[in-house]
Structure formats: C-alpha cells, structure tokens
C-alpha cells in the first residue's frame, strides 16, 4: 500500500540558512510526487511536483526538490529561508492508477529571524 | 481565475444544527474532493466526485455526513445532525481529470460546533 512519511514534525531554523525538509514515500509502482505549502489560516497550495525525468525539480518561491528513487525519497529544499517562509509543508504521493493522493503528515518549519 | 471558492470561511453552530459548506470549483476542472484537516487526524479525504459523480465516499465518517454536486461548478458538504468532535477546517479541492496535475484547493471553512 502507498504511504507518505515525514520525518520531522517541526524544524526550526534561522533567517538565511538553508532547510531541508524530508519525505519518503512507498509505493509498489510508479509515482507522482508533490510538496505542498499552507500558510496560516489559508489553503494548500502546490509548490511543486515530480512527474517523470529529471529528478530535481525546482518550484515556487525558491523550493526544489529531488527525486530519488533508490531511497524512496523526495526532500525539500531551500539555500536561504525567509520569514515568510514560516509554514506548514506537506509532501503528497499519488500514482496513475488512482486517483486519491497520500498526504503525509506535514512538518512545521519555523523561520527565526 | 479566482481559484476554489469555499464559504462561508467561519462557521460557529451549535450541536444538533445543520450546517451546510459550499464549494464553486475552479472553471473547467471536473475533478473534486473534500476534506477535512484536524490536529490528530491530519488530512483525511472524505469524498471524492469525477464529472459531477460521486465515485468514492468511504472517507465520510458517518450518516450525518452528506455530499453533493448539483453541477460542475458547485457542491456542498451537509452535516446533520452537527457534533463537537465536527469542529475541523473542509476544504475543497479540484483539479483537472488525472492525478497528476495536482490538486488546488480552496482556503477552507474552519466549522466550531459547540
């Protein structure tokens, strides 16, 4: 069966270091894979995703992220955080035969000024 | 486009009333969910309709949960009669056929059932 882990439930970190916020996933096939941001009171919003080919996919906001399939993993990252970073992240997981994402269950990352 | 659309954004009830969500999708999408976000239970899907169908319902947690889509641009999420282990943020989310797009959601109606 398909599921979503995210290792950490909160990371703080200061104004301007880098953050890496992570995600393993398991699933028996082939995987579509997302990292979502909601910010206080609002919805979630795509940050970006991995389909297919190059493994490391940049989204909104200065995010990437990199596939890699040999760990079952889809890290997110960002060299230089801001304040307005401060969010809730959530990874997602998802395959061609279904039609339901996996939604991990999200890691608080506090931006400290 | 405006996005998803939910309303109302508050919703205070007492227990017993009947409280109605609604969801306006994004224009040309026929794909919708709904969920529902706590802090124990995180987000968990309660329905999901293609093309205006109901096609998976197994995440409503009981009888007093109820969901329609009328059409493409509109469905609702009823809760009769309410309790205070209701209280959550629903959201709706749509997208287009097909996971992998990804899915847009609304900015949610966060229900307090006292």
């Known amino acids: 069966a398909q599921s979503v882990t995210q290792l950490d439930s909160q990371v703080p970190v200061f104004e301007e270091a880098p953050v890496e916020l992570r995600c393993n996933y398991s699933s028996s096939v082939s995987v579509y894979l997302f990292w979502y941001v909601q910010y206080p009171n609002q919805g979630l919003q795509l940050l970006l995703k991995y389909l297919s080919g190059s493994t490391l996919v940049k989204g909104i906001n200065g995010f990437e992220a990199e596939f890699n399939k040999s760990q079952t993993s889809f890290h997110l990252r960002k060299p230089s955080v801001h304040i307005s970073d401060t969010a809730e992240y959530f990874c997602?997981?998802?395959?061609?035969?279904?039609?339901?994402?996996?939604f991990g269950t999200g890691t608080r990352l506090k931006v400290l000024a | 486009d405006a996005g998803v659309i939910q309303s109302p954004r508050h919703e205070v009830t007492e227990m017993g009333q009947e409280v109605t969500l609604r969801c306006k999708p994004i224009?040309?999408?026929?794909?919708l969910f709904w969920y529902r976000q706590t802090m124990m239970r995180g987000l968990e899907l309660l329905i999901y309709f293609n093309n205006n169908v109901p096609i998976d319902d197994s995440g409503m947690p009981e009888d007093r949960f109820s969901a329609k889509m009328p059409n493409a641009s509109f469905s609702t999420l009823k809760i009769q009669p309410s309790e205070p282990r209701d209280s959550a943020v629903y959201f709706c989310a749509s997208r287009l056929q097909g996971p992998r797009v990804g899915a847009f959601f609304g900015q949610g109606t966060r229900l307090t059932v006292v």
């Open positions: 997602a997981a998802t395959t061609s035969g279904t039609y339901k994402y996996i």
């Open positions: 224009s040309g999408h026929n794909s």
